[in-house]
């Protein structure tokens, strides 16, 4: 059984969804926003990142992605579209299709935060769901906070039902390790959400799977 799960940026699939991969066969990690910018632009958000500029440092998330995704043995696939730091718009259901319309199984961002907003997650949703109203959505984390008790919108609740997973210790220890793999997206990101390599954190996930 093929599965595919939509990844927004580079991280967000193995923050939000490690045991959906995490030994499991034949999954494929579709990640959206991959286009590097013209050479020469530095955005904000890279600028701690140590890279010359945003073009490297997509390269550079391009590597880190790949070995973090190497440790669960899921395989790794770039869209192309220009993330809307770089200047980027919107995400078009024909640019999803070909990657998503045969899998068996499709996972989504829910796009539904605690903490932070990301609206390029509701982008990504909103575009796989007009492809595959059948997909699960997976709870964005460290938006989260990594909790599973987070409500849906009616409209997407509707024919739905959560699945909370508990992480047992082997897993989180595997799933901190590849989050370490993303080494210069984690300042940032520790610095809005707290420690993201603590096992101890990563306790739950959660999915919102057709009833």
């Known amino acids: 059984m093929r599965t595919v799960i939509l990844s927004t940026h580079y991280d967000d699939a193995v923050l939000s969804g490690w045991t959906l991969m995490d030994g499991v066969a034949d999954v494929d990690v579709v990640t959206v926003f991959t286009q590097p910018p013209e050479p020469g632009f530095l955005s904000r958000w890279d600028q701690g990142s140590g890279a010359p ?9 391009a590597a880190e992605n790949r070995a973090a995704l190497a440790l669960a043995g899921a395989r790794p696939t770039d869209v192309g579209v220009l993330e809307g730091q770089y200047g980027g718009g919107p995400v078009r259901p024909d640019e999803l299709e070909p990657y998503i319309a045969d899998a068996e199984v499709v996972y989504v961002p829910a796009a539904v935060f605690i903490q932070g907003t990301n609206t390029e997650h509701a982008l990504v949703r909103d575009a796989a769901l007009a ?12 938006y989260c906070q990594f909790r599973s008790d987070v409500p849906l919108p009616l409209q997407l609740a509707k ?34 959400f707290g420690p993201l ?5 990563l306790r739950q996930e959660a999915f919102w799977i057709e009833t």
């Not at 492809?131 to 460290?142: G, H, N, S």
């Not at 508990?166 to 809005?192: H, M, Q, S, W």
């Not at 390599?197 to 954190?201: E, G, L, R, Y």
């Open 131 to 142: 492809v595959r109203p059948d997909a699960r959505l997976y709870v964005d984390q460290p």
């Open 159 to 192: 024919g739905r039902s959560l699945r909370a997973v508990t992480l047992d210790e082997p897993v989180r220890t595997r799933k901190a390790e590849a989050i370490g793999c993303y080494t210069g997206e984690l300042p940032n990101l520790e610095a809005f």
């Open 53 to 61: 500029d945003s073009a490297t440092r997509v390269e550079q998330r």
């Open 197 to 201: 390599t603590d096992p101890d954190v």
